[in-house]
């Protein structure tokens, strides 16, 4: 079910099987999407990273990541675009830029317990009864339904990453910093940008960070440009010395020395093992008589 009106406001709600998961690859520009596995399981594969769903998790992702492979039982999916409802702009109503979307720190999933499930349930219920409405109300309750799912699945996502551990300042702080190294990354590629952005030391933010993660604002800012460059290398034709430039390196030996400490082989050898991977899958595809 889709919802759309004169000024290019779009959301839908679908339910999923083996029969129509293809539609999880019709993505957009400004498109913002979750998915909710109803089923045993599902296998997403995402920028050539697979994640294994169990029931009642919920994934979420942007216009920004390419969808490889998908393999489920039962999911609900909310696809909405930028028009209809600004994750950016409206960040004070339900805190997700920098969390649930545009976070640098990875895809984020939300796993449902028990406890929160009806909430979940009755949203979708009203999602699909505000569907079948056709009066000069119905965006805004769409609307509505829309961030209460948004503003459950933050506040699971916030108690189980450790997000608790912050006053509500500094988990502002930390989402934001996610946000600009996702906005700035293929530029900036130090801390000290960011942290000037902020209005804070590099320090601080490092502190910041250890309270609640492993993984330093340092290597958030590295394992996004690798998230990058992985995409073009694997996904287009672009020369490596091309991909360096658009990540910001003058310098290729640079670029690839980088990459090589962070993958363990160079550009060349990544997009070779690439090439390889698809063409013994295609060779499979074919022996089973499926169109590679």
């Known amino acids: 079910m889709r919802f759309e009106n004169d000024d290019h406001e779009k959301i839908g709600i679908h339910e999923l099987d083996a029969g129509n998961y293809q539609e999880i690859y019709d993505v957009q520009a400004t ?42 039982e039962a999911a609900r999916m909310v696809r909405f ?30 796993s449902v317990d028990e406890h929160a499930l009806r909430a979940f349930e009755v949203s979708w219920e009203m999602f699909c009864t505000e569907m079948l409405s056709s009066d000069i109300l119905q965006r805004d309750m769409l609307q509505c339904i829309l961030k209460r799912m948004l503003i459950l699945s933050a506040r699971i996502l916030r108690r189980s990453s450790n997000f608790h551990k912050l006053e509500t300042s ?18 900036h590629h130090d801390v ?16 910041l960070f250890s309270v609640f993660s492993s993984r330093g604002p340092q290597n958030i800012i590295h394992d996004r440009i690798m998230l990058h460059a992985r995409r073009q290398i694997g996904y287009t034709s672009l020369s490596i010395k091309e991909i360096a430039h658009e990540l910001g390196y003058d310098d290729i030996q640079t670029f690839s020395r980088f990459f090589k400490n962070k993958e363990g082989i160079s550009p060349v050898q990544y997009r070779e093992k690439i090439l390889q991977t698809a063409g013994i899958k295609g060779k499979i595809d074919n022996n089973s008589g499926i169109a590679a």
């Open 31 to 72: 498109d913002m999407t979750f998915i909710w596995n109803v089923g045993k399981r599902m296998e997403i594969t995402v920028d050539k990273i697979t994640y294994q769903l169990a029931r009642n998790q919920i994934i979420f992702l942007t216009e920004f990541h390419q969808i490889d492979s998908v393999e489920l």
């Open 170 to 187: 500094q988990s502002d702080l930390v989402r934001e910093f996610n946000y600009l190294v996702e906005k700035h990354f293929a530029m």
């Open 192 to 207: 000290a940008f960011y942290a000037s952005k902020l209005n804070k030391s590099p320090k601080t933010i490092s502190n």
């Open 81 to 110: 675009n930028q028009p209809f409802y600004c994750i950016v702009n409206h960040d004070n109503e339900v805190g997700s830029k920098g969390f649930l979307f545009f976070g640098a720190s990875g895809v984020p999933i939300v």
